[in-house]
């Protein structure tokens, strides 16, 4: 059965990085891609973006504007691991973060529902 | 980017009666419409995808209706199980999701 499976919890200082991983088992990695979203507490859920493990669009991204210039995605095909990295950590930061399976190419931007998402990781931004 | 509203915010209804959840788009989607269930320190499920199919294992008490900008969860007869928060999402254009309707027990 699909799953992804992600880094554990992490508290973070104002101003620091976070990185966090998504292990993809039972399914064929490199035919889709993968969103992140993430959702602060008691809020709703947000799209930070999407990168492709696909063959031939593999490391292809697409982030929300919000978070341009301040996060980064990447995979690692041979253990089948999705990353994403958010930097100059602020408190509203403070969310639990889910990796998703996507498209591995949106054509004219038109991605899929989530029918496989991780466990969440809860990042705590605190100093 | 897409504006996704959903209405309302709180619906109070009880066990056994019928639940109607609204979502409308800021422009059209096509059918590029999901629903989810969240439920506290859960991860989101899907109920419906492509605005109207139900997802594997969902219970035939969750229909979804619409296409375009305006879109419907129904929840025929409502079971205790299903007192949770409900978010639309749209994938036609990347994606948003709505604010969510929490749907509590009257």
């Known amino acids: 059965q699909v799953q992804l499976v992600q880094s554990g919890a992490e508290v973070k200082r104002p101003g620091a990085s976070v990185k966090v991983s998504c292990r993809a088992s039972g399914y064929t990695f490199t035919s889709f891609g993968i969103t992140w979203l993430r959702q602060a507490p008691g809020q709703g859920l947000e799209w930070m973006g999407w990168?492709?493990?696909?063959?031939?669009?593999?490391?292809?991204?697409n982030y929300a504007q919000k978070f341009q210039g301040r996060v980064t995605m990447t995979t690692d095909i041979s253990t089948s691991t999705a990353y994403m990295e958010l930097r100059s950590l602020r408190s509203d930061d403070t969310a639990v973060y889910y990796c998703v399976r996507d498209l591995g190419y949106c054509s004219s931007n038109r991605c899929s529902f989530f029918d496989h998402w991780g466990q969440g990781t809860v990042i705590t931004v605190s100093s | 980017e897409i504006v996704m509203t959903q209405s309302p915010a709180t619906l109070s209804v009880s066990p056994g009666e019928r639940a109607t959840l609204s979502c409308r788009a800021s422009?059209?989607?096509?059918?590029?419409l999901a629903w989810y269930q969240q439920k506290p320190g859960q991860a989101p499920r899907l109920l419906i995808y492509g605005a109207s199919t139900r997802a594997a294992g969902i219970p035939a008490r969750f229909s979804g209706s619409g296409s375009g900008t305006e879109f419907t969860l129904t929840i025929s007869s409502l079971q205790s199980e299903d007192f949770a928060v409900y978010y639309c999402?749209?994938?036609?254009?990347?994606?948003?999701f709505g604010q969510g309707t929490k749907l509590e027990i009257k």
């Open positions: 990168i492709s493990a696909y063959n031939g669009y593999n490391g292809n991204t």
């Open positions: 999402h749209q994938y036609n254009n990347w994606h948003t």
């Open positions: 422009q059209s989607v096509s059918s590029n």
